[in-house]
């Protein structure tokens, strides 16, 4: 009997698991291309905050996963400490839906739900429509496992040693311990909030005891987030440890409220007879009265936290040190948001490298190179070059983890960027070493062609200003307007070459400076051509942010 009520219980929990695995899973990748684009519009009003925090964790049901992309968004800069505060409160709010949602008695219609999903699942072919699939599905798995579960821990009910040791969680500070190391190990409220409730439905447990478990619950679920922590900045730190103090506030006032108050009486009078409702609704009150009682205490959290992880000297990290604690999280596609925001970055950091590169290149072809020569241009090739290995490294990190058909999409685009960032930066530096070589060798053009270098140097500074509004992501960045002037600088290119053979054959250029002419036109055609390979790629990536689907392909 021992034996056969053990694999039941098994067999419960792991469907159970399971179940809220495929619909968090699910929930997560229908909803997750929209996660960046509402964390970056957020602002600093708490309210506002809260309420985007918890928004995200219904959708995804995981405020484990939203509490991940906090810590990663303020380790990158993307957010400040004291918005985060707002979206973790809001994050504690939202966890509570699975929890009401499991105390929904839907029970016998359990299989159907699970047969509707997967019957679905199997025969649908768009992505979409399997990720709600999904979702279905594991609602019904879920609840097929909370009901096997239940009826493997109902014979338990007569069982005086399993009775007295569910009786001993009415002591506070071991049924927190309780709650907190199981939480810690699952690594998931959600799930351990619902195995509550099954033993609770199973009549094994009752509430005055199932609350301080309950509370330890939402401390064990902090476990996630110091994860993703490990290896992160100062600030990423100190959003891990408000969540934890969050928490740890909230368990000490309901510990007392339960202690010293009627407050467990009145929340079996709101729910009598349905101990699932009972735990969801104190899970719910715990949450929504912590963040209220919090809400006007935030910057004291930040300052708090602040004493006690206090700024240390900076220490030179690893390159891929940001992004390694987040790996070891579960929550991959909260990691893959934080990344492609921070690879981002570091793009609009390296184009605006190679923009500075071939503005000062056709300077010092039109001036002559200044006093310190060529040496500041060198300086920044080098730096992109470097930053291409570097980037290229981390997207193919981030291109591993699980991914949604956009991500993908926008990590390819961004891994053809840098290819042409990189090569308009060799152009610019060919630019250079040409000025350089007009100093050394006193080479001398005609007013036709000084006049010339001018017109080049425009139109690429205008093409490379309108690649820096599309990497900022701006509304006003149009790709005609690449495409115009790269068709103006093949237009260009072919007048000038036309004007260079006129001159020699008039005699009023040299045959080395001609050479090197010819020279600067193609590296000049090829800064064209990898610029509107650039806009068209961003083109794509703006988009994909906006939620448009695109059908233009970019250049190769």
Same mark, same amino acid.
Request: a negative charge.
């Given at each position: 009997?021992?034996?056969?009520?053990?694999?039941?219980?098994?067999?419960?929990?792991?469907?159970?698991?399971?179940?809220?695995?495929?619909?968090?899973?699910?929930?997560?990748?229908?909803?997750?291309?929209?996660?960046?684009?509402?964390?970056?519009?957020?602002?600093?009003?708490?309210?506002?905050?809260?309420?985007?925090?918890?928004?995200?964790?219904?959708?995804?049901?995981?405020?484990?996963?939203?509490?991940?992309?906090?810590?990663?968004?303020?380790?990158?800069?993307?957010?400040?400490?004291?918005?985060?505060?707002?979206?973790?409160?809001?994050?504690?709010?939202?966890?509570?839906?699975?929890?009401?949602?499991?105390?929904?008695?839907?029970?016998?219609?359990?299989?159907?739900?699970?047969?509707?999903?997967?019957?679905?699942?199997?025969?649908?072919?768009?992505?979409?429509?399997?990720?709600?699939?999904?979702?279905?599905?594991?609602?019904?798995?879920?609840?097929?496992?909370?009901?096997?579960?239940?009826?493997?821990?109902?014979?338990?009910?007569?069982?005086?040693?399993?009775?007295?040791?569910?009786?001993?969680?009415?002591?506070?500070?071991?049924?927190?311990?309780?709650?907190?190391?199981?939480?810690?190990?699952?690594?998931?409220?959600?799930?351990?909030?619902?195995?509550?409730?099954?033993?609770?439905?199973?009549?094994?447990?009752?509430?005055?005891?199932?609350?301080?478990?309950?509370?330890?619950?939402?401390?064990?679920?902090?476990?996630?987030?110091?994860?993703?922590?490990?290896?992160?900045?100062?600030?990423?730190?100190?959003?891990?440890?408000?969540?934890?103090?969050?928490?740890?506030?909230?368990?000490?006032?309901?510990?007392?409220?339960?202690?010293?108050?009627?407050?467990?009486?009145?929340?079996?009078?709101?729910?009598?007879?349905?101990?699932?409702?009972?735990?969801?609704?104190?899970?719910?009150?715990?949450?929504?009265?912590?963040?209220?009682?919090?809400?006007?205490?935030?910057?004291?959290?930040?300052?708090?936290?602040?004493?006690?992880?206090?700024?240390?000297?900076?220490?030179?990290?690893?390159?891929?040190?940001?992004?390694?604690?987040?790996?070891?999280?579960?929550?991959?596609?909260?990691?893959?948001?934080?990344?492609?925001?921070?690879?981002?970055?570091?793009?609009?950091?390296?184009?605006?490298?190679?923009?500075?590169?071939?503005?000062?290149?056709?300077?010092?072809?039109?001036?002559?190179?200044?006093?310190?020569?060529?040496?500041?241009?060198?300086?920044?090739?080098?730096?992109?070059?470097?930053?291409?290995?570097?980037?290229?490294?981390?997207?193919?990190?981030?291109?591993?983890?699980?991914?949604?058909?956009?991500?993908?999409?926008?990590?390819?685009?961004?891994?053809?960027? /840098?290819?042409?960032? =990189? $090569? %308009? @930066? +060799? !152009?610019?530096? &060919?630019? #250079?070493?040409?000025?350089?070589? *007009?100093?050394?060798?006193?080479?001398?053009?005609?007013?036709?062609?000084?006049?010339?270098?001018?017109?080049?140097?425009?139109?690429?500074?205008?093409?490379?200003?309108?690649?820096?509004?599309?990497?900022?992501?701006?509304?006003?960045?149009?790709?005609?307007?690449?495409?115009?002037?790269?068709?103006?600088?093949?237009?260009?290119?072919?007048?000038?070459?036309?004007?260079?053979?006129?001159?020699?054959?008039?005699?009023?250029?040299?045959?080395?400076?001609?050479?090197?002419?010819?020279?600067? /036109?193609?590296?000049? =055609? $090829? %800064? @064209? +051509? !990898?610029?509107? &390979?650039? #806009?068209?790629?961003?083109?794509? *990536?703006?988009?994909?942010?906006?939620?448009?689907?695109?059908?233009?392909?970019?250049?190769?």
């Amino acid at each position: 009997m021992g034996f056969e009520l053990l694999l039941g219980l098994l067999g419960g929990l792991a469907l159970f698991l399971y179940g809220m695995q495929m619909m968090s899973t699910n929930l997560e990748a229908a909803a997750g291309n929209k996660m960046k684009q509402i964390l970056e519009r957020l602002t600093s009003n708490r309210f506002l905050g809260v309420l985007v925090g918890a928004v995200i964790t219904a959708l995804i049901q995981s405020s484990s996963a939203t509490t991940v992309m906090v810590v990663g968004f303020v380790n990158s800069g993307l957010m400040t400490l004291n918005q985060a505060v707002w979206v973790i409160m809001g994050a504690n709010i939202g966890t509570t839906i699975t929890g009401q949602l499991i105390a929904l008695d839907v029970g016998a219609l359990a299989p159907l739900i699970a047969f509707v999903g997967v019957a679905i699942l199997v025969f649908a072919k768009n992505k979409k429509i399997q990720h709600i699939a999904g979702i279905v599905a594991g609602i019904g798995v879920l609840f097929i496992g909370m009901d096997m579960m239940s009826s493997a821990m109902s014979p338990l009910r007569e069982e005086p040693q399993f009775v007295e040791m569910m009786t001993k969680f009415s002591n506070p500070l071991l049924g927190i311990l309780v709650g907190a190391g199981f939480t810690a190990l699952i690594q998931s409220s959600s799930a351990s909030v619902g195995i509550l409730q099954a033993l609770a439905m199973s009549g094994v447990i009752d509430l005055y005891s199932a609350v301080f478990v309950l509370f330890g619950q939402n401390i064990g679920t902090c476990i996630t987030a110091v994860l993703a922590s490990i290896g992160t900045t100062r600030n990423a730190k100190r959003a891990t440890a408000i969540h934890l103090l969050f928490n740890l506030i909230g368990t000490v006032v309901f510990v007392v409220l339960s202690l010293v108050t009627p407050f467990t009486d009145v929340m079996i009078s709101l729910a009598p007879g349905n101990p699932m409702a009972q735990i969801a609704n104190v899970h719910t009150v715990f949450n929504l009265g912590t963040s209220l009682l919090l809400l006007p205490f935030g910057s004291v959290l930040v300052k708090i936290v602040e004493r006690i992880l206090p700024d240390t000297e900076v220490k030179v990290m690893d390159e891929d040190h940001w992004l390694q604690g987040l790996m070891a999280s579960k929550h991959h596609l909260g990691v893959s948001t934080i990344a492609i925001s921070q690879i981002h970055e570091e793009i609009r950091d390296m184009l605006s490298a190679a923009s500075k590169n071939v503005d000062a290149s056709f300077l010092a072809v039109e001036q002559g190179p200044g006093e310190d020569g060529i040496g500041e241009i060198e300086n920044r090739e080098e730096e992109i070059d470097l930053a291409n290995v570097r980037l290229s490294k981390k997207i193919s990190r981030v291109l591993v983890l699980d991914q949604t058909p956009k991500d993908i999409e926008t990590l390819n685009k961004m891994y053809s960027i /840098l290819g042409n960032i =990189e $090569r %308009i @930066g +060799d !152009h610019a530096m &060919n630019l #250079a070493e040409y000025a350089q070589t *007009i100093l050394e060798k006193d080479l001398s053009f005609s007013e036709y062609a000084q006049s010339e270098f001018s017109v080049m140097a425009d139109s690429c500074s205008k093409g490379m200003k309108l690649l820096e509004q599309a990497a900022a992501g701006e509304k006003k960045f149009e790709l005609a307007k690449v495409q115009e002037i790269e068709q103006k600088i093949d237009d260009i290119t072919r007048k000038f070459r036309q004007n260079q053979i006129d001159r020699m054959r008039a005699g009023s250029c040299n045959v080395e400076a001609s050479i090197l002419y010819s020279e600067m /036109l193609t590296d000049y =055609e $090829r %800064i @064209g +051509d !990898h610029m509107l &390979n650039i #806009a068209e790629a961003y083109d794509v *990536i703006n988009k994909n942010d906006e939620g448009i689907s695109d059908t233009q392909p970019a250049n190769a």
